[in-house]
Every structure is written in C-alpha cells, then in structure tokens.
C-alpha cells in the first residue's frame, strides 16, 4: 500500500488509463473491462483492475489539477511499478478548427505549473512531451476507428479560472486546447522511464462557448476510451 492508493503488490496492472474523475474510472472499469476489481478507494479516488480482450490493464481517477495527479502518478510509478500511463480527458479547444468532439493527443504539454521550475530551477524551460510509441500506437488507432486525432500542442494549466492568462498569444504559437493535469503526467513519466499519453475529448470551445451536451461528451467519451484500451494493450 502507497499512501494514498490502497492496492497491495501485485494488484494493479503495469498498464494504467487514467481518468480525471474517480466515477469515470468506475464507468470504464464496469463497462470496458473484465473481471474488474476495486483495489483502492482512499479519498473515494478508486482504481480498479481487470483485463480488456485477455490483457491485465488498470483504470485509477486522479483528481483534477497537475498536484493531484502527481501524486497518483508517483505512486503508481515509483511504488508499484506502473509502466504505461494514458490520461483520458476532456479538454477545451482554443483554436477555430477544432472542433466539439475531436479526440485530441497531446504530443507536447506547454504549462504555466510551478512544477518545471520546481525540478529544473531558474532557466530551464523542460518540454514535457508524449512517448513517441503511444502516440502513434493511439493516432493509428483513431485512424482505425475512422476519427482521426488531432495531434500537437496543449496546454496544461494551474487555473481553470483564469482571467490573467494569454489565450490569443497561446492559441498563435499553436496550442490546441486546454486542460490541467498532461505536462505533470509527461514530467513524471520521464523521471521514473515510464510511457505516457494524453488523450481527450474536446467538451467546450473558448472560442465559440459551446459545450458538449451530457450525451455527446458521454460518445465522444467512449470513442476516446476504445482509443486507449486498444493502445494500452499493445
Ligand atoms: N478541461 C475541459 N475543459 C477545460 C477548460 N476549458 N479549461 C481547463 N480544463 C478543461
């Protein structure tokens, strides 16, 4: 046991999804898995183990914001040996062409998080980015299931209300979208020589203001997870 994940030795697969929300968890790991097993529900963030098309795979929630899925991201790595991390997620797009529904893969994740300071110091700008297999592993998949993914920048940031930040300057240098939690994933991830990739659904527009209704974010949602299973399991 870790000190914020429950599961003993053993009971989580060296492959893991990771939701934001601990009940997106619960929906993938009753909906896509076999066999699924709930090892972990400290702070009602669950995880759950069980295999998808014979493969042993995980699915653990990871809170919101780069603090929180550090902490899992760590633990998950570093104390029971998690090698192959794919975040799900919703996201926000930036750019006039993207659109609602678009499954986006993060290559890189610019960030405004204390978290590159924290580790590089004063003049280091590190550029957290995807492992290059996942990512063509998830692109060819999307391909496959006819939805191409749309590939490149984004951007991770600390504040989901922000009046302060720059979203024209960003959206000029070529950031997608937005979220909070993929340049923390991708730091960690080459700390501890893990794989990992950011995939998301896009649910609103800062551009335009529209969001996803309940039922689209809800397909759009499984497409994505199809995506990832059929990654993770390669
Ligand atoms: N996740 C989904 N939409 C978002 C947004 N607009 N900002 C930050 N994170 C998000």
Same mark, same amino acid.
């Given at each position: 046991?870790?000190?914020?994940?429950?599961?003993?030795?053993?009971?989580?697969?060296?492959?893991?999804?990771?939701?934001?929300?601990?009940?997106?968890?619960?929906?993938?790991?009753?909906?896509?898995?076999?066999?699924?097993?709930?090892?972990?529900?400290?702070?009602? $963030?669950?995880?759950?183990?069980?295999?998808?098309?014979?493969?042993?795979?995980?699915?653990?929630?990871?809170?919101?914001?780069?603090?929180? $899925?550090?902490?899992?991201?760590?633990?998950?790595?570093?104390?029971?040996?998690?090698?192959?991390?794919?975040?799900?997620?919703?996201?926000?797009?930036?750019?006039?062409?993207?659109?609602?529904?678009?499954?986006?893969?993060?290559?890189?994740?610019?960030?405004?998080?204390?978290?590159?300071?924290?580790?590089?110091?004063?003049?280091?700008?590190?550029?957290?980015?995807?492992?290059?297999?996942?990512?063509?592993?998830?692109?060819?998949?999307?391909?496959?299931?006819?939805?191409?993914?749309?590939?490149?920048?984004?951007?991770?940031?600390?504040?989901?209300?922000?009046?302060?930040?720059?979203?024209?300057?960003?959206?000029?240098?070529?950031?997608?979208?937005?979220?909070?939690?993929?340049?923390?994933?991708?730091?960690?991830?080459?700390?501890?020589?893990?794989?990992?990739?950011?995939?998301?659904?896009?649910?609103?527009?800062?551009?335009?203001?529209?969001?996803?209704?309940?039922?689209?974010?809800?397909?759009?949602?499984?497409?994505?997870?199809?995506?990832?299973?059929?990654?993770?399991?390669?």
């Amino acid at each position: 046991m870790s000190l914020h994940i429950a599961a003993r030795d053993g009971e989580i697969a060296d492959r893991i999804l990771l939701p934001g929300d601990p009940l997106r968890a619960k929906y993938i790991a009753e909906t896509f898995l076999d066999d699924a097993v709930c090892y972990t529900d400290i702070r009602n $963030i669950l995880g759950y183990t069980g295999t998808y098309k014979g493969v042993r795979l995980s699915v653990q929630g990871t809170g919101m914001g780069i603090p929180s $899925i550090s902490i899992y991201a760590t633990e998950l790595m570093r104390d029971y040996g998690v090698k192959k991390l794919i975040r799900v997620g919703t996201c926000g797009a930036m750019r006039k062409d993207i659109r609602l529904r678009d499954v986006i893969i993060a290559q890189g994740a610019t960030t405004d998080s204390s978290i590159i300071r924290n580790i590089f110091g004063g003049s280091i700008n590190y550029a957290p980015l995807a492992d290059f297999t996942l990512l063509r592993q998830a692109y060819e998949q999307s391909v496959k299931q006819g939805i191409p993914a749309r590939v490149g920048n984004i951007v991770s940031v600390d504040r989901f209300y922000d009046d302060e930040i720059d979203n024209d300057k960003l959206t000029q240098y070529g950031i997608m979208a937005v979220e909070m939690e993929t340049a923390g994933l991708y730091t960690l991830a080459a700390k501890y020589g893990a794989q990992a990739l950011g995939l998301f659904t896009v649910s609103d527009h800062l551009l335009t203001g529209e969001a996803c209704t309940p039922e689209e974010r809800q397909t759009s949602f499984d497409d994505m997870i199809h995506i990832a299973l059929e990654t993770a399991i390669q």
